[in-house]
C-alpha cells in the first residue's frame, strides 16, 4: 500500500471513540499514565535544568462519547516540551500549566484537563566542615489543573518536593539525659558543671531518616521557587544529610542533629513556620501542603504528620 492509499484508507476508518457508549455515564478522569520525557527547562545567564520526568495526563470524559482521543495528549506533550527547549517555559509547573491549557482546546468535549509531573532532579551542596561538594537526588513534583468556567480556562499549578534528611527523637534524648544526671551526681559532680556539659555535649538519641514533603499550589500567574521550597523541606528536619562526608563533616552532622532534636509533628510545623516567613506574597486562597515520614530505628513502625492549610489559614494560626 502506498502512502496516498495508507492516508486514504486512514481516512475512511470509523471513529469509534466519537461513538456513544453502552453505559453512558460521564467519567472523571481519562487519559494516560507514565509517559516517560526528558525536560529541558532554560535558565537565565545558567545552564539548562534537566528532568528526567514522568508525565500522567487527564481530561474528563462526558458519558455521550464511548472514548477520548490519547493521541492528543501526546501530541500536546512534545510541542510544549519543544517549547520549553527554546526557552518558552521556564517553569515546570508552568509547563504542566501550557499542557493542561492546550489540552482544552485539543479535547473540545472536555471541561477539566489535569497535568502530574513526578521528576528526579539533581543538586549539589558543600558539606558543613571541609566544603567537599556533593550530589543529591531530589524528587520533584509538579501538577496543573485547567478547567472551563463560563468559557474561560482557569489555571491552579502547583510545585513541590521530597527531601530525605535526618531527625533525632527527643524523648528517647530526655531518657538518656536524665539517667547522665543521675549517674553524674551519684559521682559527687557539682550541678553547675553537670548542666554546662549537657550545654556541650547532647545526650544520645535514636535516629531517623525522615523524608519531608512540601509543595504549594497557586493561581493564576504566581511564581514559587522550587529551590526555595527544597531549602525549607531540608532545614526542617533535625539537620541535612550528604552523600559524601568527611570526619569533620560527620560529627558536625551527629552533633547538629542531636542539638536539634525534633519529632515528626515538629518537622511538619517548622515547614509551616517557614513557608509563613518565606512566601507572605502568596496570594492567601494558595494551597500548601506539607508532610514528614520519618523511618523510625527502634520501632517497626514509621512516623508520619502532615498538613494541609491556605496561606490565609496559616497566617491565623500563627498570628495566635
Not at 472523571?28 to 529541558?40: A, D, F, I, M, P
Not at 509531573?117 to 543538586?123: A, L, P
Not at 538519641?205 to 499550589?217: A, D, M, P, V, Y
Request: hydrophobic share 40%.
Amino acid at each position: 500500500m502506498n502512502i496516498e492509499a495508507a492516508k486514504t484508507f486512514n481516512r475512511e476508518l470509523p471513529d469509534v471513540q466519537s461513538t456513544q457508549p453502552d453505559v453512558r455515564i460521564n467519567l472523571t478522569r481519562v487519559g494516560v499514565k507514565n509517559v516517560q520525557k526528558l525536560v529541558e527547562v532554560k535558565r537565565t545567564e545558567k545552564r539548562p535544568v534537566i528532568f528526567i520526568s514522568s508525565f500522567d495526563i487527564f481530561v474528563d470524559l462526558p458519558g455521550s462519547l464511548k472514548g477520548a482521543n490519547l493521541s492528543r495528549n501526546f501530541e500536546v506533550i512534545d510541542e510544549v516540551l519543544s517549547q520549553a527547549i527554546h526557552g518558552e517555559v521556564t517553569e515546570i509547573e508552568e509547563l504542566c500549566s501550557v499542557v493542561a491549557w492546550k489540552l482544552l482546546d485539543k479535547h473540545e468535549y472536555a471541561d477539566r484537563t489535569e497535568v502530574q509531573m513526578r521528576s528526579k532532579f539533581m543538586i549539589s551542596a558543600d558539606t558543613p566542615v571541609s566544603t567537599t561538594n556533593c550530589q543529591e537526588v531530589v524528587n520533584v513534583f509538579a501538577s496543573a489543573i485547567a478547567a472551563r468556567t463560563n468559557g474561560k480556562p482557569i489555571i491552579r499549578k502547583s510545585i513541590g518536593a521530597e527531601v530525605t534528611g535526618m531527625t533525632a527523637c527527643p524523648c528517647a534524648q530526655n531518657i538518656m539525659r536524665e539517667r547522665a544526671h543521675h549517674v553524674m551526681q551519684n559521682l559527687e559532680i557539682e550541678e553547675e558543671k553537670i548542666l554546662y556539659f549537657f550545654e556541650q555535649v547532647p545526650m544520645a538519641t535514636h535516629n531517623q531518616r525522615g523524608k519531608g514533603f512540601l509543595s504549594i499550589e497557586t493561581g493564576g500567574d504566581c511564581h514559587v521557587s522550587l529551590q526555595r521550597i527544597i531549602k525549607i523541606v531540608k532545614e526542617s528536619m533535625s539537620t541535612p544529610i550528604y552523600e559524601l562526608l568527611k570526619r569533620g563533616d560527620e560529627g558536625h552532622v551527629v552533633l547538629t542533629a542531636h542539638q536539634n532534636p525534633r519529632f515528626v509533628e515538629d518537622c511538619v510545623r517548622e515547614m509551616a513556620r517557614k513557608v509563613h516567613n518565606e512566601f507572605q506574597d502568596l496570594p492567601g486562597d494558595s494551597l500548601v501542603v506539607m508532610a514528614q515520614d520519618n523511618e523510625e530505628s527502634i520501632h517497626q513502625h514509621d512516623a508520619f504528620a502532615e498538613r494541609q492549610a491556605t496561606i490565609d489559614e496559616l497566617k491565623r494560626e500563627l498570628a495566635g
